[in-house]
């Protein structure tokens, strides 16, 4: 990188195999960086490192997708591998994406909600462990129980005051937010700073320069890109000519491999989107009295439950099973072009309140709080 600087092994490691871990655990690449040969174009390429990550996940003890990365040049290369992933049952996310608001969830309002009812102003974990028990399954109530259990390492068993339960509650989840909880599909400029235990970085575009950049600079966001990796590392080079890889001979330290042809990328094909809360009419529910239907179909909704998206004039409803809308989209949601919609789930419930609105809003009003349906949902679309 540097005139006279050659890298080198770090200190820590100097004592290891050439390959790390995997030298041994690995009876192909043994931890060299393969470069991998994925087809003719990015669908094939999603196909081929997923299945390479499958490949690994079946060799290494306590593997664990949260701690592994798939890097591309831009995010539409990113798109058709976690169609993939959504279809194998791979937990996967794009850093693209926010996590809904941990404290706004209705689960969590559900259990501030029972802390404050409560007579006694102080609580234990085991109090706390015992309500979640009774509570239904789903992501979010199995996130809740996590906090419990960190709660319990950080207060033991000793009363703990509600206010102060609270306080802590609120900074957890801030730091869950912006935790990684399964393969995360990113850009190498979002990389920047981050590692992971295993890597791939996908083909294409990595010969495109944006306005005022000089001609390495994709060479360097490449290297940016190569350098996440702890464990593993493997380069995708679909049948075009990669503008960095041509230049790499042959190494005892890389491993060129085909990967064998498969069908399976019609499992690329759909898209999945999560919704952003501005893509969201947020006071759809809070402009409607409680004994509105809608208002009543959203407090039966779960997490799962499934989604119709309906066009309504300019924008787009939703509605459940039943046929009754449950939410509407704000106008600037815009539907993938060319695509048609398959099917969608609800992914999240949030709580809002009066004051969370424009006071010029607020006589269109009919609630002082209220859940807005399908803060974010998958909508699966085929081009």
């Not at 669908?43 to 890097?71: F, G, H, Y």
């Not at 979002?190 to 992971?196: M, N, Q, S, V």
């Amino acid at each position: 990188m540097k005139v006279g600087h050659d890298i080198i092994v770090n200190r820590a490691r100097q004592d290891q195999a050439d390959g790390g871990t995997l030298e041994k655990l690995d009876p192909i690449g043994h931890g060299r960086v393969q470069i991998l040969s994925a087809g003719p174009d990015k669908l094939s390429q999603a196909v081929a490192a997923v299945e390479e990550l499958e490949r690994l996940a079946k060799l290494v003890p306590d593997w664990d997708w949260a701690k592994t990365a798939v890097i591309a040049r831009e995010w539409s290369f990113l798109q058709p591998v976690r169609s993939y992933c959504e279809a194998k049952g791979i937990p996967v996310q794009m850093a693209a994406e926010d996590p809904p608001p941990f404290w706004r969830l209705r689960e969590t309002q559900t259990l501030v909600d029972w802390l404050r009812e409560r007579v006694e102003v102080t609580v234990s974990h085991s109090e706390i462990d015992a309500w979640l028990q009774t509570q239904p399954q789903g992501p979010w109530w199995t996130l809740l129980r996590q906090a419990a259990d960190d709660f319990k390492d950080d207060f033991g068993q000793r009363e703990t005051h509600t206010k102060d339960v609270f306080e802590w509650l609120a900074e957890w989840g801030r730091d869950v937010r912006s935790s990684q909880t399964g393969l995360l599909l990113l850009t190498a400029h979002r990389a920047k700073g981050l590692e992971f235990d295993d890597v791939i970085v996908l083909d294409g575009n990595w010969g495109r320069t944006s306005k005022g950049e000089d001609r390495h600079a994709d060479r360097r966001l490449y290297y940016v890109a190569m350098t996440r990796a702890r464990r593993s590392l493997a380069l995708m080079q679909t049948n075009s000519s990669h503008p960095i890889l041509r230049g790499i001979g042959r190494t005892s330290s890389t491993l060129y491999r085909r990967i064998a042809d498969t069908t399976a990328i019609d499992d690329c094909r759909k898209i999945y989107k999560q919704l952003d809360l501005s893509e969201v009419d947020l006071s759809f529910a809070g402009r409607r009295r409680i004994n509105n239907p809608s208002v009543s179909a959203i407090s039966k909704l779960s997490v799962g439950d499934p989604i119709r998206l309906e066009a309504a004039g300019d924008q787009f409803v939703l509605a459940n099973s039943q046929g009754v809308t449950v939410g509407r989209l704000a106008r600037k949601f815009k539907a993938p072009k060319g695509a048609i919609f398959v099917g969608g789930q609800v992914f999240a419930i949030v709580t809002r309140h009066r004051d969370d609105s424009s006071e010029e809003f607020h006589s269109q009003l009919r609630q002082e709080r209220w859940k807005p349906s399908c803060r974010n949902w998958f909508s699966r679309c085929e081009r």
